[in-house]
């Protein structure tokens, strides 16, 4: 048995908030506060002054690995979750092979196993090859252990394909996980169509790419039966439709990056590649809305979308360079300056972080109640690092923070009663 002690324990989905011992036995939650039968021997865990919540989990996650391991490997970026303090990462399926059959699950499944770090579920690609012609075998992938299936940003041009494939994912009952952009105007683009792309001269991505997307979608959903989740939303006018149609009954959830929440179209005027993120960084107004969304309820997770890249892939002009922020080992501080910056509170950063992206995944955790799995963050909310290559676990360096210093850091963070990761 494992004790806790003194830290104060956020559960979101308790609304527990306070200074309290966690116990942990057999890999699960045994009890909140007082001591449970058998505890006399139970080795201990100093956490007075940190935070102890939920651990993280990440919707769609760039692992690499098969096929791009010049970038990362899904052993390194286990670590580097775990170290972020996310226990659960959903691996996206632009790997090489695409993740669109069995034998690919099952290699990936066996590494991160063999990793001993974060889980890692799967997503399968909605089409073969991603290519937006064919639909993939979606019950196969289902019966494989995939949690949901996605095209990524990869455009489905043919609504009938869309359609067919939304109505296939139904019958698997399958969460599609859609990147709304609209194909003809977003194609020649690579950073938010305003003024600085204009100053710049960057071609523009209209925040109307999204928003139609969004709409189209949500049409095809109604009629397909489908329940979807919409991914990495920019735009502001992109929350309501959404949300008006879950009143309606429509099963349909969201989320925003975590990039899209700290920074806006100006941060790239140093042509700085590592602000090229796809869909693009907006202006302030979209930013406040999307905080807005999650601070009212529009939007239900916060996702990491951990992208490493090795240097070359940012080593050239902006328009040219590889979209995409490692972002595990800054998430939490990210997620704490919004905090506070006044963007929303901490029980709700938490819950969109570990809570809802449980849920949405359909894994256990994202909780501290009594039996959930033992899935825990430790972290330090005033401890001050700087960020530097070397601090960096992940195998990816690309993050606009470098150079920076930064507030909070994960002390340690257990999966399944197990320790993980140990600062």
Known sequence: MLRIRHGRLIDPASGHDGVADLWIDGGHIAAIGRAPKGAANAREINAKGLVVCPGFADPGSHLREPGHEHKATIASEARAAAAGGFTTVCCTPDTQPVLDNASVIEHIT??????????????????????????????????????????????????????????????????????????????????????????????????????????????????????????????????????????????????????????????????????????????????????RGVRQGGIDIIGAYHEPHDADAKAAPFGLTEPGVSTYDTFLSSLLQLVADGAFDLPTALAGASLAPHRLLGQPGGTLDVGAPADVCAFDPAVRWHVTPAALKSAGKNTPYLGQTLTGRVMFTLVGGRLVHQL
Request: glycine share 10%; proline share 4%; with cysteine.
């Open 110 to 291: 066996q590494r991160a196993v063999a990793a001993g770090a974060a889980q890692v579920v799967c997503l399968g690609a909605l089409t073969v090859g991603l290519g937006g012609e064919v639909l993939a075998e979606m019950h196969a992938l289902k019966a494989a252990g995939c949690v949901g299936v996605t095209n990524l940003g990869r455009a489905v041009k043919d609504t009938a394909v869309l359609m067919h494939a939304l109505a296939y994912a139904a019958s698997a009952e399958l969460t599609v996980f859609l990147h709304p952009e609209d194909y003809w105007l977003a194609r020649q683009g690579t950073m938010h169509e305003g003024a600085v792309s204009t100053r710049l001269g960057i071609p523009g991505i209209p925040a109307a790419a999204e928003v139609i997307a969004v709409h189209r979608d949500l049409t095809l959903l109604a009629e397909a039966g489908a329940r979807a989740h919409f991914c990495k939303l920019s735009a502001g006018d992109s929350i309501k439709p959404i949300a008006e149609a879950r009143k309606r009954g429509l099963p349909v959830t969201a989320d925003v990056g975590i990039g899209n929440l700290c920074f806006t179209a100006d941060d790239v005027g140093s042509f700085d590649a590592n602000y090229h993120v796809r869909p693009p960084l907006r202006d302030a107004r979209d930013r406040a809305a999307l905080r």
